[in-house]
Each structure stands twice: as structure tokens, then as C-alpha cells.
């Protein structure tokens, strides 16, 4: 069963840094984009960071350029967040995600091109 598992949240104070992981299985997770969405309490699902299937593209939502970067390491299934510089509004539930198709970003910020996700890992930033 295709499946992702993200790992690495937890309580950090303002200005802080955390680093999420996210670990893929039962599909084929080097051909697909990779996204970062996250949802905070009261408040829609957001798009957060992707990376193309390759690696050699990296998307961010507008709040998040400068402070957040994602990677990706295909020969371990994973794919990563970097957060620094962590403010309260940053804390949310953050989902990893497997686009639909293969070998394109389309889609890369829309929630409905990807197909498969993770439970969460919640961050918490403290002011």
C-alpha cells in the first residue's frame, strides 16, 4: 500500500529551527513530485514547499522563501523540510504528499494533484 510517513515535529520557541522528514513506501516515489501542505487550527489546508521528482526544482509558498527548504533524497524514499527562523504563526499540523502523475511539478501547489498523504507531525512555535 503506498504510504508516507512524516517524522520531526514537536515544540520549538520563536526563531527556532526544525527539520521534517518524511519516509514514502509501497509506490513509486522518485517519479513524483513531493509537497510540503500544512493546516492550522481554524484554518484551511496551505501549500507549504514542493520539490520535482528529480530534485532539481524547489517551490515555495511566498510566506515561507528565505526561511524554508526542501529536499529530497530519492535512493531513501524521503523527502525533507528545513524550517528556521520558526514564528507561532507557523504552527500547524504539516503533511507530506505524492503527486498523481509522473515525471511533471503540475499542479505543485494544488492539494488535488497529489495522491497520496501522510498523517502530519505537528509544530508548535511558542512566543
Known amino acids: 500500500q503506498p504510504q508516507l510517513v512524516e517524522s520531526g515535529g514537536g515544540l520549538v520557541q520563536t526563531g527556532g529551527s526544525l527539520r521534517l522528514s518524511c519516509l514514502a513506501s509501497?509506490?513509486?516515489?522518485?517519479?513524483?513530485?513531493a509537497g510540503w501542505f500544512r493546516r492550522a487550527p481554524g484554518k484551511d489546508r496551505e501549500f507549504v514547499a514542493a520539490i520535482g521528482w528529480s530534485g532539481d526544482y524547489t517551490y515555495y509558498a511566498d510566506s515561507m522563501k528565505g526561511r524554508f527548504t526542501v529536499s529530497r533524497v530519492n535512493a531513501n524514499m524521503s523527502v525533507y523540510l528545513q524550517m528556521n527562523n520558526l514564528k507561532p504563526d507557523d504552527t500547524a499540523l504539516y503533511f507530506c504528499?505524492?503527486?498523481?502523475?509522473?515525471?511533471?511539478?503540475?499542479?505543485?501547489?494544488?492539494?488535488?494533484?497529489?495522491?497520496?498523504w501522510g498523517q502530519g507531525t505537528q509544530v508548535t512555535v511558542s512566543s
Open positions: 504528499a505524492a503527486a498523481r502523475r509522473k515525471y511533471t511539478d503540475y499542479g505543485r501547489s494544488d492539494p488535488s494533484e497529489y495522491e497520496v
Open positions: 509501497g509506490f513509486e516515489f522518485s517519479k513524483r513530485l
